[in-house]
Each structure stands twice: as structure tokens, then as C-alpha cells.
């Protein structure tokens, strides 16, 4: 996705987007919602000389791109692959057995 082309948004359960006091939408972007606030953390603050405010939208499309860089990223994150030994409390592989005291490690 290049600064040139327009993000062109994916669903989610919950949006918000930063509009005019007194207004629901703008033809600013959406965010995903993540407990009240932008997934991307953009702050609330005025915008050319008006008073913005965060407006919850519920179910829609988010078209904020570092919004969409953020889930693309956390979906294609390595997924960790380990346990902790009841005996020593080493984080250990997947193996089966402890790879710091030999246990077995379920």
C-alpha cells in the first residue's frame, strides 16, 4: 500500500471515527475501535481550526490505513510456539520434554 493509493478498508465489529462537534460522520478516515480509541492511537485534537471529537460508529468499513498496517501485522505475526515446565518453570519448545531438566512437559 503506497502513500498514493487510497486504503480501501476491510469490516470490523467496532469503528470511530474523529469528527466536527456536533457531527456524527466526516469524510475523514475510520478507524477500528479498540476500547474507545483508534486502533492507530491518532489523537483527538483540532483540525484546521475546529473542535474535533471521537464518535463511536459500531459495525463498518475502517479505511485508516495505519489501522489496517496494524491488524495486517498482528495477523501474519510468528505465531510462539512454547510451554513453561511445572518443574523448573522454563519456557520450553513444543517437544515434549523440559529443555532445561529433562521432565516431561505436557
Given at each position: 500500500?503506497?502513500?498514493?493509493?487510497?486504503?480501501?478498508?476491510?469490516?470490523?465489529?467496532?469503528?470511530?471515527?474523529?469528527?466536527?462537534?456536533?457531527?456524527?460522520?466526516?469524510?475523514?478516515?475510520?478507524?477500528?475501535?479498540?476500547?474507545?480509541?483508534?486502533?492507530?492511537?491518532?489523537?483527538?485534537?483540532?483540525?484546521?481550526?475546529?473542535?474535533?471529537?471521537?464518535?463511536?460508529?459500531?459495525?463498518?468499513?475502517?479505511?485508516?490505513?495505519?489501522?489496517?498496517?496494524?491488524?495486517?501485522?498482528?495477523e501474519h505475526a510468528p505465531v510462539?510456539?512454547?510451554?513453561?515446565?511445572?518443574?523448573?518453570?522454563?519456557?520450553?519448545?513444543?517437544?515434549?520434554?523440559?529443555?532445561?531438566?529433562?521432565?516431561?512437559?505436557?
Open positions: 500500500m503506497s502513500a498514493s493509493t487510497p486504503h480501501r478498508g476491510y469490516p470490523a465489529s467496532e469503528t470511530c471515527q474523529i469528527v466536527e462537534v456536533g457531527h456524527t460522520s466526516s469524510g475523514l478516515v475510520v478507524h477500528e475501535s479498540e476500547g474507545g480509541s483508534p486502533l492507530c492511537n491518532t489523537p483527538v485534537r483540532p483540525w484546521n481550526g475546529i473542535e474535533m471529537v471521537l464518535v463511536e460508529q459500531g459495525r463498518g468499513i475502517v479505511t485508516c490505513g495505519s489501522c489496517a498496517r496494524i491488524v495486517h501485522e498482528a510462539t510456539r512454547s510451554r513453561i515446565c511445572p518443574t523448573c518453570t522454563f519456557e520450553t519448545s513444543l517437544s515434549g520434554w523440559c529443555d532445561n531438566c529433562d521432565e516431561q512437559v505436557f
